[in-house]
């Protein structure tokens, strides 16, 4: 009751007088963000001729390591070796739907196959075109990430994207 005497008592508000019109004060640009030292652009130059000669032998040992699981067809071990990245990418219904219209429309693809799983992948994409990979060359993209090349009548032909994991190497594309 005491609220509505409070409510009720009371004039009339005066008509309030418009706003001043506010300056309109342009905001500086934003500064862009240092780039951490992490984060700089990679030079390739800076790794040595030993750190080069062992990284291709790793990269060729696990190379050849992939052709034999491949040959096996042994998906769980090939699986292994894959980078998180990659198995979301490989996997995704996106990339499987596309994986699938390309093969459809192939004339090398002999039999139709519709790619449901990153397994179908590895079966019908991987086992087919990876048998029998030879690494030639490799280029830096980072300290711990590698291009895989192999060097045909066709040119310099890329195999994988990897990178050095704590878990050994891992292909991320």
Not at 17 to 45: L, T
Not at 92 to 104: G, K, N, P, Q, R
Request: aromatic fraction near 8%; include cysteine.
């Amino acid at each position: 009751m005491f609220l509505m005497a409070i409510l009720s008592c009371g004039t009339a508000p005066e008509p309030a007088e418009p706003p001043a019109a506010v300056e309109a004060v342009p905001r500086p640009a934003p500064e862009p963000e240092p780039i951490p030292a992490e984060e700089s652009v990679f030079d390739p130059n800076t790794i040595s001729d030993e750190v080069f000669v062992s990284t291709k032998a790793d990269v060729q040992e696990l190379i050849h390591d992939l052709n034999r699981i491949i040959r096996a067809k042994n998906y769980r071990a090939w699986v292994a070796h894959l980078g998180e990245e990659y198995i979301k990418e490989k996997g995704s219904a996106d990339f499987l739907a596309e994986t699938t219209a390309i093969l459809m429309e192939s004339q090398i693809q002999t039999r139709r196959k519709v790619l449901n799983s990153l397994e179908d992948y590895f079966l019908n994409v991987v086992v087919p075109a990876h048998q029998n990979d030879r690494v030639d060359d490799i280029e830096f993209i980072s300290e711990d990430r590698v291009k895989a090349f192999t060097i045909t009548e066709k040119g310099r032909l890329r195999l994988y994207d990897l990178e050095n994991t704590e878990n050994g190497w891992k292909i991320i594309n």
